[in-house]
């Protein structure tokens, strides 16, 4: 993200997805009010969320574009980090217009500081584009698996296309000439265009370098390559054929090989097509159409929410100009902690080895007690930095009591997630998991507590350094 305009910057700022740093402040909703699809992925089932945005698991309700709006409008006011809503499913959004862009007009006129924002397969996205422009919908991601119909034919069994259903290599043709021509029009509207592919094994992992030239060659701003989720029990072709998913070890590879054509997103948390909250954090529960239905939305109501979002979306964004203000001052000669994305001349790293560490995170810091995270996100750590590379799920380790008694089999789930990694931060952990996770080659640490992620890792960077730890590769670790 270094190296954006001005505009890009101020375009991208609160949107939690087309930003790694907003994703830590700024939340989306998604509506699913889109349920119909104009397409079959052979990792898709129909009875679950579109797996091009979501992870397998039924869409609790459908909305209709009136309760979507409702629901947005009592979201964004319990929730004033709200910035942006996206539609993502269960189907295709553009295989739903009516439904699709009556929310969005509606939502246009009453809560104009909301971001739309919206995710498709592309076949029916140039018949589209005009109207999007008219709405001001300023991000659409595109899902993009490929650009050449013989392995389109492997991931896309039929579409339906003109009122019929086209089989095998013709259908992935037309549906990636949708895609591309899709791609060019909404660049040339000057809409920011994400581009996200699934990461299938042996289908397309390696062609999708090629997929990544191209899209960043016509303009998307981002990729986001993406983990194929294929289980037996969701029902889908790749799931009861087998198909294996990506390891993280060959996604972060993959994800790395694409990174040298364009910014790559490494934040995704593939989340469902009704999603709520932060990035990671699912709320939806707590806004029922049950309970949403019960609350008064009026005029005044919109209006004073709207007021607590600015204010905070200006204090958030303050503090963000102010960090990367910091980032960018020269470093104190002595400085022994050095910030994201900064070296001073006289800093000899070459001794040093990268570190993959697991983070215990919360809004942007170390702030996350090792048996309350949900999940890590996993930095790739430097004497010059820390770059997020990926995030684990995690089981919920702790009962919520100050020590951290049972659940010894999630927590060797949880270390077994950690896999590949050679530190967790956090801001505080308990005795008998911190012995559980060292005998299993990771080290703890609580040393850091509300410290910024980048400063706090590269502090332990040096620490390891220092301690003779970094000179050779990293030890094989046993697994839990
Ligand atoms: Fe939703 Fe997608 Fe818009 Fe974001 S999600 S429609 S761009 S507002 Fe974001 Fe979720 Fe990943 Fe999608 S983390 S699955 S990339
Ligand atoms: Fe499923 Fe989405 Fe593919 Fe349609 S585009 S088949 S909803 S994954």
Redesign the pocket.
């Known amino acids: 993200m270094n190296g954006m305009s001005d505009d890009i910057r101020r375009r991208v700022q609160d ?4 930003s790694e740093e907003a994703h830590h402040h700024f939340a ?1 909703m ?1 509506a699913a009010v889109a349920p119909a699809c104009n397409i079959q992925c052979h990792y898709c089932n129909r009875k679950y969320d579109c797996a091009n ?2 992870r397998p698991g039924v869409v609790s309700e459908l909305l209709t574009p009136e309760q979507a709006v409702k629901k947005t409008l009592a979201v964004a006011a319990a929730i004033p980090r709200m910035s ?1 809503l ?3 499913g269960p189907g295709d959004p553009l295989a739903n217009p009516e439904r699709t862009f009556a929310t969005f007009r509606s939502l246009a006129e009453m809560a104009p500081d909301i971001k739309l ?3 498709t397969n592309g076949l029916a996205l140039p018949d589209s584009v005009e109207e999007l422009a008219q709405h001001n919908i300023d ?1 659409v ?1 595109i899902t993009i698996n490929c650009v050449d119909p013989d392995v389109g034919a492997k991931i896309y069994p039929w579409i339906f296309w003109k009122n019929q259903r086209v089989f095998g290599r013709e259908a992935a043709e037309i549906l990636i000439g949708q895609q591309q021509k899709g791609l060019e029009m909404l660049v040339a509207k000057g809409i920011l265009v ?1 581009v ?1 592919s699934v990461m299938i094994p042996g289908v397309n992992d390696e062609h999708l370098k090629e997929v990544s030239r191209i899209v960043k060659a016509k303009g998307a701003f981002l990729h ?1 390559v ?1 983990p194929l989720i294929a289980e037996a029990e969701h029902g889908t072709f790749y799931g009861v054929m087998g198909q294996r998913s990506p390891s993280p070890d060959e996604l972060k590879g993959l994800q790395d090989a694409c990174e040298g054509d364009m910014n790559m ?1 490494r ?5 469902r097509a009704d ?1 709520v909250g932060l ?1 990671g954090e699912d709320r939806g529960a707590e806004f029922t159409m049950e309970k949403v239905e019960a609350m008064v939305i009026d005029e005044e109501f919109s209006r004073a929410a709207m007021a607590r979002r600015k204010e905070l979306r200006d204090k958030v964004t303050a503090e963000m100009d102010a960090k990367r203000a910091r980032a960018r001052a020269p470093a104190p000669v002595q400085q022994q902690v050095i910030t994201l994305h900064r070296r001073p001349a006289s800093a000899d790293f070459s001794a040093g080895r990268p570190v993959l560490m697991a983070v215990a995170a919360k809004g942007g810091l170390v702030a996350e007690h090792f048996g309350h995270a949900r999940e890590f996100l996993v930095y790739e750590v430097t004497g010059e930095g820390a770059k997020l590379v990926g995030h684990r799920k995690t089981d919920l380790y702790c009962d919520g009591g100050d020590t951290c008694g049972d659940g010894e089999s999630v927590l060797a789930k949880t270390i077994r997630a950690l896999e590949g990694c050679e530190v967790v931060l956090c801001s505080k952990i308990g005795f008998e998991p911190w012995g559980q996770i060292e005998a299993a080659g990771i080290a703890p640490n609580g040393e850091h507590p509300m410290e910024e992620i980048g400063t706090a890792a590269v502090a332990v960077w040096h620490e390891m350094l220092a301690a003779g730890k970094l000179a050779h590769a990293a030890p094989e670790r046993q697994v839990a």
Do not use: D, F
Not at 15 to 18: M, V
């Open positions: 949107h939690p997805c087309y989306r998604h945005e979501s942006v996206g539609i993502a924002c919206v995710s991000h991601t994400k996200n986001n993406m997103m934040h995704c948390r593939q989340c999603a990035l």
